[in-house]
């Protein structure tokens, strides 16, 4: 009994909450976040972030929330100087900053992202990829940062090249950073994780990604209690868990953007009409 506690004392990585989760993010690291949209973000953790106030960050994510909710709240508060994504649209303040140039923004193809993330997490330095082929972002100039004048001050440099039988394609870098941030359905108290559904899209990624990885989870279970076979990302990746509440605002699942349409009504449908 002595051994089993002693081992499951050594390998748990539960941390009272998200403040102490994040105590040691400061000014200019840089931070991996998971989630696609709205999606699997981890809110929790990202309040936290915005509650300690250390700025300058780097942030590698597939987007940056919107205005009012996930990275766009650390995006208002003026915490982030450089951001690494696929996709920007939904958040107007996101283009005041970059046009204005208090933000530098690196856009990158999403399945390059997702792949310099995993290769990163793999230690794999860099790899070759057709995407991007023919675009600036082999080419180089893509603006990445403006001056207020709006002329660029910080323009990507181009790609290297290669020719692989008779196709071109062009080296990408492994990313890792110095935290990585995800949010899991489920998670042991070693840090094995299971996501649902789309949440599962970047978070394996970015949390592979992070020197220092932290996991919100919406249910904490205890070691075993999880299927080997159910595993999304082995708690070798993840050195902190940190269980929110349901109830916590922070934790809320927001629709990105809602779009519905009138419910159809057989009565009024034109086709009866017409054929009466």
């Known amino acids: 009994m002595g051994l089993r506690t002693g081992l499951r004392t050594g390998l748990d990585k539960v941390v009272a909450d998200s403040s102490e989760a994040v105590a040691d ?43 009012d909710w996930g990275l766009g709240l650390l995006l ?56 991007g082929v023919g675009t600036q972002i082999a080419d180089g100039g893509l603006p990445w940062r403006y001056r207020q004048d709006g002329t ?18 062009l080296l990408e870098e492994g990313i890792t950073t110095d935290f990585a941030l995800v949010r899991a359905a489920v998670g042991d108290r070693h840090g094995n994780l299971v996501f649902h559904a789309s949440a599962r899209n970047f978070n394996p990624l970015v949390a592979m990604a992070g020197r220092i990885t932290v996991a919100e989870v919406e249910e904490l279970v205890e070691p075993g209690e999880i299927s080997p076979d159910q ?35 057989p009565r009024h449908d034109p086709r009866h009409e017409e054929s009466a």
């Open 25 to 67: 993010v400061g000014e200019g690291a840089s931070v991996a976040v998971g989630g696609f949209g709205l999606c699997g973000i981890p809110g929790v953790l990202i309040e936290a972030l915005r509650e300690r106030g250390a700025g300058g960050l780097r942030v590698v994510s597939n987007n940056c929330g919107v205005d």
């Open 76 to 131: 208002r508060e003026g915490l982030i100087a450089r951001m690494t994504s696929s996709y920007v649209g939904e958040n107007k303040e996101f283009a005041r900053q970059y046009l204005s140039g208090e933000l530098e923004v690196e856009l990158v193809p999403q399945g390059t992202l997702a792949e310099r993330l995993r290769a990163g997490g793999a230690g794999i330095p860099g790899f070759y990829t057709p995407a």
């Open 152 to 169: 660029v001050a910080v323009a990507s440099p181009p790609k290297e090249t290669k020719t692989f039988k008779d196709r071109e394609y």
């Open 231 to 265: 595993v999304h990302l082995p708690g070798i990746f993840v050195q902190r868990v940190v269980g929110v509440a349901a109830d916590d605002p922070a934790a809320a699942k927001r629709i990105e953007r809602r779009t519905t349409r009138p419910r159809h009504d």
